[in-house]
């Protein structure tokens, strides 16, 4: 069973910056791609951004390109989204996920169907 767990959110005012990091059990964890999705109250979940499971191929949503950078460490099981110049609009709930199965993958990284586990989400809050 893999699972993962979300950290590094919390409360920061609009223009600052934020870490969360998601780690996961089991030795495997280099061999899939993940991303990270965010939900609000009431709205479907968002895609934020994706990344290969090499951190060679990285996939941004619109609202985020140019502010987030996902990374990863698969040394540590890690995975990490980098936030700056953050807005209010940017609070919300942020999960990470694993894309089911190893290369060659079928479907988008921007649909969430395609990831099979999930952390239990960590709070980001950007204050005006």
């Known amino acids: 069973q893999v699972q993962l767990v979300e950290s590094g959110g919390g409360l920061v005012q609009a223009g600052g910056s934020l870490r969360p990091s998601c780690t996961a059990s089991g030795r495997t964890f280099s061999n899939y791609a993940m991303g990270w999705f965010r939900q609000t109250p009431g709205k479907e979940r968002e895609f934020v951004a994706a990344?290969?499971?090499?951190?060679?191929?990285?996939y941004y949503g619109d609202s985020v390109k140019g502010r987030f950078t996902i990374s990863r460490d698969n040394a540590k099981n890690t995975g990490y989204l980098q936030m700056n110049s953050l807005k209010p609009e940017d609070t919300a709930v942020y999960y990470c996920?694993?894309?089911?199965?190893?290369?060659?993958?079928?479907?988008?990284?921007?649909?969430?169907?395609?990831?099979?586990?999930w952390g239990q989400g960590t709070q980001v809050t950007v204050s005006s």
């Open positions: 990344i290969s499971w090499s951190g060679g191929t990285k």
């Open positions: 996920a694993r894309r089911a199965g190893p290369p060659p993958y079928s479907g988008s990284a921007y649909d969430a169907t395609v990831y099979d586990y």
